[in-house]
């Protein structure tokens, strides 16, 4: 199925679960589980080495929390792989916090703030203290943490953004570039405010 039909299925499918079709819910799965394997991929790929959680988990645990929604206005295809990157995002920090908390060596989960376009590539950081920037950002700015949401832990396109967001791209490059500094800025220097 070419990018065009598989868009159209997950629409579809997605409106249909919407209206409470559950077989609708189970028929998507296999249409969009390479993508999402694949989103879970990029983000373990950002931890550390030694991590235990696979993509194939990571998926499954999201696929799960998903599933567990009872009726969702499911927008489009953008919107369902926004919901699931955010699941994977919130799966992750817990995993993350479980492991700090057990206090083991070299427990801290590490991400590179890097969306593969961007100009200057930021140093390491520890995956709790991203979310916790992100956290800050959407109190000072909650569309800009959305845009941060959905490109970098969502893998979305500026123009997929726009689509979620009802925002033009251009919109979403300028306030994705501007999100990118604040969260650079405060990884690197620790809190400021938003025109600092």
């Not at 792989?81 to 993350?96: C, E």
């Not at 590179?112 to 140093?123: F, H, N, Q, V, Y």
Request: hydrophobic share 40%; charged share 30%; glycine share 8%.
């Amino acid at each position: 199925m070419d990018q065009t039909g598989q868009t159209g299925a997950v629409s579809r499918l997605l409106e249909a679960w919407g209206r409470g079709d559950l077989q609708a819910r189970d028929d998507l799965m296999p249409v969009v589980y390479r993508e999402l394997r694949r989103r879970a991929g990029a983000y373990l790929r950002r931890e550390r080495q030694d991590h235990t959680l696979q993509p194939t988990a990571l998926v499954h645990e999201a696929y799960m929390r998903l599933v567990g929604q009872e009726r969702v206005a499911w927008q489009n295809r953008a919107h369902f792989f926004a919901i699931a990157s955010h699941m994977m995002r919130r799966i992750l920090v817990d995993y993350a916090r479980e492991h700090e908390a057990a206090k083991r060596p070299g427990a801290g989960v590490r991400v590179m703030l890097d969306d593969r376009i961007g100009a200057a590539e930021p140093r390491a950081c520890e995956f709790i203290a991203v979310d916790q920037a992100l956290v800050e950002l959407t109190r000072i700015d909650p569309r800009q943490g959305q845009i941060v949401e959905l490109r970098y832990f969502g893998g979305l396109s500026e123009q997929e953004v726009g689509e979620v967001l009802s925002i033009s791209r251009a919109t979403v490059t300028r306030e994705w570039q501007t999100a990118r500094a604040w969260l650079y800025r405060r990884m690197t220097t620790g809190p400021v405010g938003k025109n600092a």
